[in-house]
């Protein structure tokens, strides 16, 4: 971990008036002047619980991992910045910081790297499991499947150690392999021969050449593909206590293994609240260009309330999403080098140009976010809208990795569970059934 690491401090206390019961309670501050109260004994003093629906006012955890100031349009990992990290730095120099707390020296880097190279491959028998999914089945279904099926193969990762060497060893199969699995899910439901990882390949070059090669005719990507793909996998690596997050941190605070827990987060990640959401602008755009409405004209309805714009705004972030800044240089330089005749990414640049300089946006902060920008990435890239969301998860696979890794070496962790406020019937006393009429 870190050295510069800093421990989240008690520095003041507040104090909580109920009937009959005061309670004082520790003010924690973090590292970035982050304040909040520490209600670990509430209930156990006082009988009451706090009511916090989706955990908007809720901190689950101290973590050393991300940081965002949305206020501000902030984030960082591990303390650095996600602009230089996106401009400067590899998607396998990230995996280590977020993993490991530092960025990596070049033997550390190469040392992963082989790593992943030697952990590409999925057994054999693996292999044939694809055959049970029927070629329309969802491809998210067969991520989060499979991951659970690969600990089958590999039961070294349920009796995995404390020390380092069988943790990376572990977090480098995931990370390799959910790569591998995606791009199999992929060929499967096209009814294509799968192709096979290519060892002298970097990352993101392999994950394309299993993709879109076909037999006697590898793929190649331009330079600007890859560097598209590998910024999006850069800044969708983590995002502090997100919905998929939080549910990895919470399987693994039950001791469930690495894999087990990020095929939790897997399913989390599915769903069109979260990892979903640059399906739905791509979507949104097909609905546009299949309707009689210009830009202008849905953007006024927008207004009025009577269309909902997707990829637009954000819940953490009040101001420009910082990711949303960096993908729009980049989806901007790919679609010049691509020379892309799309409809659908017209329609997308007509609707950013009306709300960057249209003072309702403007006012309401409802910025095009990384959601807008990614999905035209991605649908540039060439892969089809059902494996948006899979593209997703391999990105965040070092986030789940780092968060999983956090809670399992928290020696104050304990199972997570919530508390609730009943609101259902008050008691009632049983009737038998030849009583009831």
């Not at 509430?42 to 965002?68: F, V």
């Amino acid at each position: 971990m870190s050295d510069t690491t800093q421990t989240a401090e008690t520095t003041q206390t507040a104090t909580l008036n109920l009937p009959n019961k005061t309670l004082k309670m520790d003010v924690v501050v973090g590292t970035e002047n982050e304040h909040a109260f520490d209600i670990t004994q509430l209930r156990a003093e006082t009988g009451y619980i706090t009511l916090d629906s989706g955990y908007g006012n809720t901190g689950a955890c101290k973590s050393d991992i991300t940081y965002i100031d949305g206020e501000k349009g902030i984030l960082r990992y591990r303390g650095y910045s996600i602009e230089d990290l996106a401009e400067h730095s590899s998607f396998i120099e990230v995996a280590w910081l977020l993993i490991y707390g530092e960025l990596p020296n070049v033997e550390q880097a190469k040392h992963l790297r082989d790593l992943l190279t030697e952990h590409e491959a999925l057994h054999e028998g693996l292999r044939h499991h694809f055959e049970g999914f029927p070629p329309y089945g969802h491809p998210m279904a067969m991520l989060s499947s499979m991951i659970n099926a690969c600990s089958c193969y590999h039961p070294d990762l349920l009796e995995m150690g404390d020390s380092d060497e069988s943790f990376m060893g572990a977090a480098a199969k995931l990370m390799s392999k959910v790569r591998t699995i995606a791009a199999f899910s992929y060929k499967k439901s096209l009814g294509q021969r799968i192709e096979y990882p290519h060892p002298e390949l970097s990352y993101c070059r392999n994950f394309l050449h299993m993709m879109f090669s076909i037999p006697h005719a590898q793929y190649h990507p331009e330079p600007e593909v890859v560097k598209a793909l590998s910024q999006f996998l850069i800044l969708h690596a983590d995002h502090e206590q997100n919905c998929s997050t939080s549910t990895v941190r919470m399987v693994g605070s039950s001791g469930a293994n690495l894999f087990a827990s990020c095929a939790a987060g897997v399913c989390a990640l599915w769903g069109p609240a979260h990892g979903g959401a640059n399906m739905a602008v791509i979507e949104m755009l097909k609905r546009l260009r299949d309707g009689d409405d210009s830009a202008a004209i849905v953007m006024e309805k927008v207004k009025k309330k009577e269309f909902r714009l997707m990829g637009f705004g954000h819940r953490v972030y009040k101001n420009f999403d910082p990711r949303a800044k960096i993908l729009k240089k980049t989806c901007d330089e790919l679609l010049a080098k691509l020379g892309i005749n799309d409809p659908l990414l017209d329609i997308a640049k007509e609707l950013e140009q009306i709300a960057l300089e249209d003072d309702y946006f403007i006012e309401r902060k409802l910025y095009p976010n990384v959601d807008f920008y990614s999905g035209i990435i991605l649908r540039a890239i060439g892969l089809p809208l059902n494996m948006f969301t899979v593209l997703f998860a391999i990105g965040r696979m070092p986030g789940w990795i780092a968060n999983w890794r956090e809670t399992v070496n928290d020696p104050k962790g304990r199972i997570s569970r919530p508390r609730q406020v009943y609101t259902g019937p008050a008691h009632r006393p049983y009737v038998p059934l030849e009583k009831r009429g």
